[in-house]
Antibody, heavy 117, light 111 residues
Framework: QVQLVESGGGLVKPGGSLRLSCAAS????????MNWIRQAPGKGLEWVSH????????HYADSVKGRFTVYRDNAENSLYLQMNSLRAEDTATYYC??????????WGQGTLVTVSS | QTVVTQEASLTVSPGGTVTLTCASS?????????PNWFQQKPGQAPRPLIY???NKHSWTPARFSGSLFGGKAALTLSGVQPEDEAEYYC???????????FGGGTKLTVL
C-alpha cells in the first residue's frame, strides 16, 4: 500500500539548518508531483513546496523562498527538503504528500521541526 | 497574494446536514481550482476526502460530497456522525509561483 514516511525533524537553533526526508513506497514515485506541507502547533495547514516528477519544476511559498530547497531522488524513491536559515516561525510538523492530476491523496505522518535557542 | 477563507467553526447535530465553504480572495472558485478537502482529527495527519471539486477517494464515506456553490467550493456532510467532529481544510490550486493554497480550516463540532 502507499506509504510516505518523513524523517529528519528535531530541535535546531535559529539560523541553523536541517534536512528532511520522505521515503515513498507502494507506488511509482516518479509519476507523482510531491509536496511539503507544514502545520505549526495549534495552527492550520500551510503549503510549503512542491516538485514535479522529473524535478523540472519547483515552487515555494513566499515564507520559505530562498531558504528552503526541495529535491528528489527517483531512483531512491525519496523526497527531501533542505531547510536553511531557520526561524522560530518555521517550527511545525512537516508532512510530505503526493499529488497527481490535482488530487493530493496521500500524506505521511509528519516530522516535527522545532526552532528554538 | 491569494487568501482562502473558510468558516472558523460550525456546529451540527448528529444526523443533521452541514455545508462548509471555501472562498478565494481573487474571485469565484471554479473547477480549475481543483478544490481538495481534508479532514484532520487531533494528533493525526490530514485525511483526504474530496478532490477536483466533487470526486471522492475510495475511502470517503458516502455522506461527504463536494460541489461549487455561489462562487465557492463546498463540502456537505449529510447524516452527520459523531466521528465527523474534526477540523476540515480546503486546498485550492491557483497555478503560478505558489500553486496550492490552504484555507484556514473549519472546526466542526457535532453536538
Amino acid at each position: 500500500q502507499v506509504q510516505l514516511v518523513e524523517s529528519g525533524g528535531g530541535l535546531v537553533k535559529p539560523g541553523g539548518s536541517l534536512r528532511l526526508s520522505c521515503a515513498a513506497s507502494g507506488f511509482t514515485f516518479s509519476d507523482y508531483f510531491m509536496n511539503w506541507i507544514r502545520q505549526a502547533p495549534g495552527k492550520g495547514l500551510e503549503w510549503v513546496s512542491h516538485i514535479a516528477p522529473s524535478s523540472t519544476m519547483k515552487h515555494y511559498a513566499d515564507s520559505v523562498k530562498g531558504r528552503f530547497t526541495v529535491y528528489r531522488d527517483n531512483a531512491e524513491n525519496s523526497l527531501y527538503l533542505q531547510m536553511n536559515s531557520l526561524r522560530a516561525e518555521d517550527t511545525a510538523t512537516y508532512y510530505c504528500a503526493r499529488d497527481l492530476n490535482w488530487s493530493v491523496d496521500s500524506w505521511g505522518q509528519g516530522t516535527l521541526v522545532t526552532v528554538s535557542s | 497574494q491569494t487568501v482562502v477563507t473558510q468558516e472558523a467553526s460550525l456546529t451540527v447535530s448528529p444526523g443533521g446536514t452541514v455545508t462548509l465553504t471555501c472562498a478565494s480572495s481573487t474571485g469565484a472558485v471554479t473547477s480549475v481550482n481543483y478544490p481538495n478537502w481534508f479532514q484532520q482529527k487531533p494528533g493525526q495527519a490530514p485525511r483526504p476526502l474530496i478532490y477536483s471539486t466533487n470526486n471522492k477517494h475510495s475511502w470517503t464515506p458516502a455522506r461527504f460530497s463536494g460541489s461549487l456553490f455561489g462562487g465557492k467550493a463546498a463540502l456537505t456532510l449529510s447524516g452527520v456522525q459523531p466521528e465527523d467532529e474534526a477540523e476540515y481544510y480546503c486546498l485550492l490550486y491557483s497555478g503560478g509561483a505558489q500553486p496550492w493554497i490552504f484555507g484556514g480550516g473549519t472546526k466542526l463540532t457535532v453536538l
